[in-house]
Each structure stands twice: as structure tokens, then as C-alpha cells.
């Protein structure tokens, strides 16, 4: 019986290859935000991840496709969590502290890509942009949607809900411009406070914000199940 | 809200001077937060506001010169006002209120400086980086030294003094990402809504944000005055 060799497992080679891709697209979100997008050449990024030009395109395609991927390092998990978040059965302020949380923790963890994203998108073209625009939008309605439950339950005012979810997004997604110069600093502990003015500053009434946590942490524990 | 008149130009010579480089300043802006700093060399900026490279070098003496001039056409005015609105006797809040619009109206009336300063600040070195962070700090501190008398006072909770002043000027800040699909919104109504959000959501006890507009408008006759 002649035993064939096992066939050599797609998934192995094809993950490797993500593997190396995805560090290759980090590495270039480090040079793009240091020194910008339009100033970096592919042959720079080659230089900095060591790999010839060949090779280079070979993993990354092009380089408006490398900030197109740049973005999708934060998009996609975010995207995946909030969805995740939105779906459990839970008070919609609890709801919007876990995508708070969510949010900060790719804002704090990935600075760099949201550096470039934040500063670049507008070099975006075609289907790339119209996906960014779209993707960006799904999850403003995340926040949308929930807070437009709050004020429906009476939990927060009556308000202009887009003012709500600028305010909201803004002081999020403004943290780029200063977490490295406050290292110390979490995600969670910056959330419950985020949280802590916003929700407060909506409230139709007292609100309970120790409960809101309590929740939000019970909640947690659905999504990691 | 540019509230003093400006120092009074020397000469009729200057004052020309100074308004042709004022212009030509703007147009940079435009330029740069368009098509990047780092990708707009002088040539396209001589073809952009119709100079030869001798004349365009005698107004902004530098590229690096030209994004401090940026900067400064921003942070002079927004310095101006709000060392006057610091310096009225009125409540913090009140206060703060005047100072959030007067932000906004930079934010917002020069919302492409405000995105070339924001995106480009790295490129400043040596004095023109350390005037800059000093100037940025002076006006943190205005925002700081209100927070913590509201909170001395007993207005405003007992908090994180520094993350309240972090989210209040990401809140205002990042709104440079948006106001030009708004155009419709000005300062003062979105900094009532800022406002109102912050202060309550950082209240110590129930605050009547009625009387704070009320303050905030009777306070700004007299910086007009």
C-alpha cells in the first residue's frame, strides 16, 4: 500500500501567507503615519519590511489597496464585534458602552492604521471608497440605532440623534491625536468614562451608571462565550 | 467670534503686504489640506496663487514658515479671544461656553488650516515646534483652570481633571472631520449642544443650562464692548 503523502493543507500555506500579509500591512501603517502616504514609495516599504519589489506586490497588490487594507485591520474586527454587540438581547446603553469599548480598544491598540485612515481616506477611489464610505456608515448606524432606542425607552432626552452620534464618535475617535502620550491608559477605563459624561449628558433622568457597567460586564461575558 | 480688532499695521505698505500674505496663506491651506503638505512643493503653490518663486519666497519666506503661518492663523485669534473670555468675571461654565464657541468658529470657519495643523504639526521643528505646543498648552489651560474651578466650586463633579479636558477638546476638535457635510451647522448652536452634554454630564448636581446661555450671552457684550 503505497501511502500518499497527506495532501499538503491549503489552509497552511494560505495562512502563512495572511500571517506575513498582515504583518506587512502593519509595518506599513507605521511608515505611512510617520512619515504620510503620499511621501512613502513602494520601494521604501520594501525597504523597511525587507522584501524586493516583486515579492513586495506579490502580498500587498498595490498601495492604494495597502491603505484600503490598512483600514480593513480596524474595520473588520470592529465591524465584527459591533454587529456581534448590537445583536445581544441588553439595555441599549449597555449595548453602547461594550461598542465603546470596542471602538477605543482598535483606536488605542491600532493608532497607527487609524493615523492613516483618519488622515488618508480621501485617496481612496472606486469601489475601495464606496465600501469605506459604506462600511463607516454601518457602524455609525450601530451607534444611531442605539441611542434612538435610549430615547425611545426614555432612558436619554429627546435630542438631535446626529449631534448625539457626532458627539459621541468625536470624542472617540479623537483619542488617536493624544493616546501615546498617555501610555497608561485602557480602553475600559477610558470608556466608562466617555460613557460616563455622555450617558450622563443625555439622561432624561438620574441614570444609574453602576448598573449600566454591571450589565455591560454581564454582557461581556455573552460575547466571549 | 474674533472679538479684539487686530494690532493696527504700521504702515499702508504693511497692511497690503499683510493681506497679500494672508491670502496667500489661506490659499496654502486649501492647498495643502487638499493634496497634502508634503506632497505640494512651492512650484504648485506659486502656480496656485500666481506668483513667481522670488516674490512667492518674499512673502512666506519658508514651506515650514508657511505651515507655522497656518497654524498662527488659527491660534492667534483663538488665543486672543479666549485670554479675554478668561479673563471677564462670570462663572466657569459661562465661560467655558464662549470659549467652546470660539474654538468652533476656527474649527469651523478654517476648517482647512485646522486639517493641515492637526495632520502636519510633526513637520514643525525647533522654535516654530515649541511655540506651537506652548501655544496649544495656554489655551488647554484656559479649558484645565475653568474645569477646576466649576469643580472647586461644586458645579461640576469631582473628576479626572485631565481626561475631562481631553474629551472636551475631542469632542470640538474632530468636528474638522464632518462640518463641511454640514454646512449648515454654526458655532453656537453646536456648542450649545456640546456644551449642554458636557455640563451635564460632568454635573455635580442638576445645572440650568438655560441660565448658562443666558450668562454666556450677557458676558459676551462685554468682550465686544
Redesign the interface.
Known sequence: MVILPAARPKTARSERFQARRESIIDLAAELFAR?????TGVADLGEYVGLERGPLYYYIGSKEQLLADIHDRVMTPLLRDSEAIYALSGSPLARLRLLSQSLLEQVIGRRDHVWVF??EYRALTGSRRTRFRQERETFEGYIRALIAQAVKEGVLRST?TE??V??F???????Y??TATKPGITPNR?SR??C????????AAAIDLRAIEKEASRLRTQLSR
Do not use: E, I, R
Open positions: 512619515n504620510g502616504y503620499a511621501s483618519l488622515h438631535d449631534l448625539a457626532l458627539s464618535l468625536g470624542m472617540h475617535n479623537y483619542t491625536q493624544w477610558l468614562y466617555y460616563g459624561v455622555f450617558f450622563t449628558g443625555l439622561a
